[in-house]
């Protein structure tokens, strides 16, 4: 009997040490993990820590600093009528000048642009360039007024679920300056939009789930270095979808910039042909083409202009194009998409389909003359 008591007296001692013991380990790793500061190193969406720990991630609001003075409010007036308005950012400064980047829709039709900058100093600005399939257009101001100028980065090395922000002017000007925060959801997406001069074209773009409203267009698409990856320009709107933004990629921007900062019209290159999508078989009957029953995709050729590079490479009516140096083309949008990707005067591969067998023809292009349809 005792030497059962004296067991069970020391069962009960070794628990309730063991019992102390975990309670001071557990105390003594919550004191320390208090006083471990954390240090992490943001390198394109990826965040390394020097300590596993909870991370703070006040890192993106050093990166809003990054860009926040560089961003601006801009307002369209035509005959003292305030039009519509958007956001810019300001890309380069010289010894005369600050360059504002935007959307070609958020300055359309102004005969005066108002510059407001993230202190609510207002100047007005100078539409140096613009052009509507790129969506782009550089607005000059005085130097002076430049607080910061922002840091120009690539989309290139952003990969999907990384962090993204970005900072514009929802509905207006009353929201300047304003900040949101999402997660890059697809990248080289496809979208088909509406140009006032012609029928629906192709833009390859970023897609987003930062919120982005009217008022935003123009606006930065930054990473949590602080840098420049896009240019907000389009929002899918419907009702039963949230959560779809788009951006201009960079680094397509920055190829036209020059000429826009200049104030150069951007060529386009020409095959040389008016066309229809192969699905409107009504005007296609109209026009007196009939497609086989097996074509249900590409570009039908309704005429041809004369001396073009169409004509010189052999392509005729009733030809369906299928693709430009290898990329299919679904309708006519992604046809000028793919060609609007060469230059004046490059020589192109056209895959086309006549009388039901696929053939190429090697193509010059040429200057554009007037939009094709």
Excluded at 119 to 140: F, H, I, M, P, R
Excluded at 222 to 236: A, H, P, Q, R, Y
Excluded at 280 to 301: F, H, K, P, T, W
Excluded at 322 to 337: D, P, T
Aim: charged letters at 20%.
């Amino acid at each position: 009997m005792r030497g059962k008591l004296i067991t069970l007296t020391s069962i009960l001692v070794a628990f309730i040490l063991g019992g102390g013991a975990m309670y001071y380990f557990v105390e003594s790793n919550q004191e320390g993990n208090s006083k471990v500061s954390t240090t992490a190193t943001y390198t394109t969406g990826v965040i390394k820590c020097s300590n596993d720990i909870t991370i703070d991630e006040t890192g993106i609001s050093t990166a809003v600093g990054e860009i926040y003075d560089a961003t601006v409010t801009i307002q369209n007036y035509n005959s003292g009528k305030l039009i519509s308005s958007g956001s810019g950012f300001i890309y380069k400064k010289d010894d005369k000048y600050g360059y504002v980047m935007t959307n070609h829709h958020v300055v359309d039709g102004a005969d005066k642009v108002i510059i407001t900058l993230s202190n609510d100093d207002q100047v007005e600005g100078e539409v140096t360039g613009s052009d509507e399939y790129l969506d782009l257009a550089v607005v000059k101001i005085d130097q002076d007024h430049v607080k910061q100028v922002a840091t120009i980065g690539t989309s290139e090395n952003v990969s999907l679920g990384d962090t993204i922000f970005t900072v514009g002017s929802p509905v207006g000007y009353e929201y300047r300056g304003t900040v949101t925060r999402g997660t890059l959801s697809g990248k080289n997406r496809m979208v088909e939009v509406s140009i006032a001069s012609t029928n629906d074209f192709v833009m390859r773009v970023l897609q987003i789930d930062a919120a982005i409203n009217p008022g935003n267009s123009g606006g930065p698409l930054v990473n949590i270095n602080g840098e420049v990856i896009g240019i907000n320009s389009l929002k899918l709107v419907e009702d039963e979808i949230e959560g779809m933004g788009f951006a201009i990629p960079i680094e397509y921007a920055m190829e036209y910039v020059d000429e826009l900062e200049q104030g150069k019209e951007i060529e386009r290159p020409f095959i040389g042909i008016s066309m229809l999508n192969a699905t409107d078989a009504y005007r296609l009957y109209q026009n007196g083409i009939m497609l086989d029953d097996s074509v249900e995709s590409g570009v039908v050729i309704i005429s041809v202009s004369k001396d073009s590079g169409a004509e010189k490479a052999g392509l005729k009516k009733g030809d369906v194009i299928l693709a430009v140096n290898g990329s299919s083309v679904s309708n006519a949008a992604y046809l000028k998409y793919e060609l609007y990707q060469y230059h004046v005067g490059d020589t192109i591969e056209i895959t086309y389909m006549r009388n039901n067998k696929t053939k190429t023809a090697k193509v010059t292009l040429t200057k554009i003359e007037e939009v094709e349809e």
